[in-house]
């Protein structure tokens, strides 16, 4: 059978065994016909409080939490429509845009306007959040389980705090969106690393669709309501990145109502593991950079059974990414099975060891090898992954059954015991 893998931004078109082989999608939903007038809709009917609109006053300051560029958050629909709702009330010079980097690097002019449009750019000012620079970010408490916690003082000291994202799951915090974009989202490095340290994240609770229980979630969610936020816009898009439904209102009733759609839709079970699987980081721009891709490995590591194969394709054209200190961490050790005991035992977080923690997880559970277009040999035998070039070929010589993952974490199978 020929599947159709989500690849970069043009796909990836594999023939893989008849007989052998079972895809898994998430239960496909058609985009609303209007966008923009869903979330209208979301902005005036929301789950919970009153519309946006009734909750802001002439004089007020707006800071609006949003995606960075790595996330597929439809940014140049859902900002015009909550400044259509402000229109009237507050000036476009009282509004800020952050975005909510965490730990990522800041987005560029020109990845700004792909993002926001140039009408956006040009009208509000937009800042990337930066989690090293102490002097932009104020002290707000210890909050959850003792995280000490820095936000964005724009954000902090806005008398109308907005998040915007998306909603899906997630490999350790069960779930994006929501209380995401306060923290990690437009938080310290301090508190970044404490929300990721190797006892929350090693704990088998931090892990795809749990929120209740989920160390790292429960303290995300902790954050957000101590810290306050005024109105929370979450989407939920299909395979296209379309918008299938938008939630709005007071942040923990409508990231509830979002979560639940997306549980319903993503999560499918399957009887019993595969012995390969074949799996996605959902394509660009999710799939720019290796660090990101562990998400698609960890989706298939779900289902994969222990000594099984993991085929991960990612056209990573931003590397391991070069920021960041994820490639030194990876490289640090000869094998995943020295890394995972070397960070497993860290009271001290460094930053990025998450993804690497993860990552060690898996691979010490399953071989694990990629396709990419933008990383050599020797970078992938660096990570301590092989390679391949050809999928169809590798499946092929390998036996039993296989399972595809064509948007992988879009799609998160889970064993019918669980």
């Given at each position: 059978?020929?599947v159709d893998l989500a690849y970069g931004t043009g796909g990836l078109a594999v023939d893989l065994p008849d007989d052998r082989t079972t895809v898994i999608t998430p239960i496909e939903h058609p985009a609303v016909a209007d966008q923009a007038a869903e979330l209208r809709r979301a902005l005036r009917e929301?789950?919970?409080?009153?519309?946006?609109?009734?909750?802001?006053?002439?004089?007020?300051?707006?800071?609006?939490?949003?995606?960075?560029?790595?996330?597929?958050?439809?940014?140049?629909?859902?900002?015009?429509?909550?400044?259509?709702?402000?229109?009237?009330?507050?000036?476009?010079?009282?509004?800020?845009?952050?975005?909510?980097?965490?730990?990522?690097?800041?987005?560029?002019?020109?990845?700004?306007?792909?993002?926001?449009?140039?009408?956006?750019?040009?009208?509000?000012?937009?800042?990337?959040?930066?989690?090293?620079?102490?002097?932009?970010?104020?002290?707000?408490?210890?909050?959850?389980?003792?995280?000490?916690?820095?936000?964005?003082?724009?954000?902090?000291?806005?008398?109308?705090?907005?998040?915007?994202?998306?909603?899906?799951?997630?490999?350790?915090?069960?779930?994006?969106?929501?209380?995401?974009?306060?923290?990690?989202?437009?938080?310290?490095?301090?508190?970044?690393?404490?929300?990721?340290?190797?006892?929350?994240?090693?704990?088998?609770?931090?892990?795809?669709?749990?929120?209740?229980?989920?160390?790292?979630?429960?303290?995300?969610?902790?954050?957000?309501?101590?810290?306050?936020?005024?109105?929370?816009?979450?989407?939920?898009?299909?395979?296209?990145?379309?918008?299938?439904?938008?939630?709005?209102?007071?942040?923990?009733?409508?990231?509830?109502?979002?979560?639940?759609?997306?549980?319903?839709?993503?999560?499918?079970?399957?009887?019993?593991?595969?012995?390969?699987?074949?799996?996605?980081?959902?394509?660009?721009?999710?799939?720019q950079n290796l660090y990101q891709s562990v998400k698609g490995m960890s989706a298939a590591a779900q289902v994969v059974r222990p000594g099984g194969t993991i085929i991960c394709a990612a056209e990573c054209r931003d590397g391991f990414p070069d920021h960041g200190s994820y490639r030194e961490v990876l490289?640090?050790?000869?094998?995943?099975?020295?890394?995972?005991?070397?960070?497993?035992?860290?009271?001290?977080?460094?930053?990025?060891?998450?993804?690497?923690?993860?990552?060690?997880?898996?691979?010490?559970?399953?071989?694990?090898?990629?396709?990419?277009?933008?990383?050599?040999?020797?970078?992938?035998?660096?990570?301590?992954?092989?390679?391949?070039?050809?999928?169809?070929?590798?499946?092929?010589?390998?036996?039993?059954?296989?399972?595809?993952?064509?948007?992988?974490?879009?799609?998160?199978?889970?064993?019918?015991?669980?």
């Amino acid at each position: 059978m020929r599947v159709d893998l989500a690849y970069g931004t043009g796909g990836l078109a594999v023939d893989l065994p008849d007989d052998r082989t079972t895809v898994i999608t998430p239960i496909e939903h058609p985009a609303v016909a209007d966008q923009a007038a869903e979330l209208r809709r979301a902005l005036r009917e929301p789950i919970a409080g009153p519309p946006l609109r009734e909750r802001v006053r002439p004089g007020q300051t707006v800071a609006i939490s949003a995606c960075d560029y790595t996330r597929p958050q439809p940014r140049h629909l859902m900002i015009p429509a909550i400044l259509a709702e402000l229109d009237g009330v507050v000036d476009l010079d009282d509004v800020v845009i952050l975005i909510a980097t965490g730990t990522h690097r800041g987005n560029t002019d020109a990845e700004l306007r792909a993002m926001f449009g140039d009408q956006v750019v040009d009208a509000v000012r937009i800042v990337n959040h930066d989690a090293r620079d102490r002097s932009s970010l104020r002290w707000m408490g210890r909050f959850g389980k003792d995280v000490p916690v820095w936000l964005n003082r724009q954000w902090a000291e806005a008398d109308v705090r907005i998040t915007t994202g998306f909603v899906e799951p997630h490999f350790f915090a069960g779930f994006s969106g929501g209380p995401k974009l306060v923290a990690p989202g437009l938080a310290a490095l301090e508190t970044v690393l404490t929300l990721h340290d190797a006892a929350r994240i090693g704990d088998p609770r931090a892990t795809w669709g749990v929120i209740e229980g989920n160390p790292v979630h429960d303290d995300v969610r902790a954050i957000a309501a101590a810290t306050g936020v005024t109105f929370a816009l979450d989407v939920v898009l299909n395979r296209e990145q379309r918008i299938v439904r938008a939630f709005g209102g007071d942040l923990a009733p409508m990231h509830a109502a979002a979560t639940a759609a997306v549980r319903a839709t993503a999560m499918r079970r399957v009887a019993e593991p595969f012995d390969v699987v074949v799996t996605t980081n959902a394509g660009f721009p999710l799939d720019q950079n290796l660090y990101q891709s562990v998400k698609g490995m960890s989706a298939a590591a779900q289902v994969v059974r222990p000594g099984g194969t993991i085929i991960c394709a990612a056209e990573c054209r931003d590397g391991f990414p070069d920021h960041g200190s994820y490639r030194e961490v990876l490289t640090s050790a000869a094998s995943p099975e020295a890394l995972f005991e070397e960070i497993s035992r860290r009271t001290e977080t460094v930053p990025d060891q998450w993804q690497v923690q993860i990552q060690a997880r898996i691979q010490r559970a399953a071989r694990v090898v990629m396709h990419t277009s933008y990383l050599g040999d020797d970078d992938l035998a660096a990570a301590h992954l092989e390679r391949t070039d050809d999928i169809a070929a590798t499946v092929a010589a390998l036996p039993g059954r296989v399972c595809v993952l064509p948007e992988g974490p879009m799609t998160i199978p889970y064993l019918a015991e669980e």
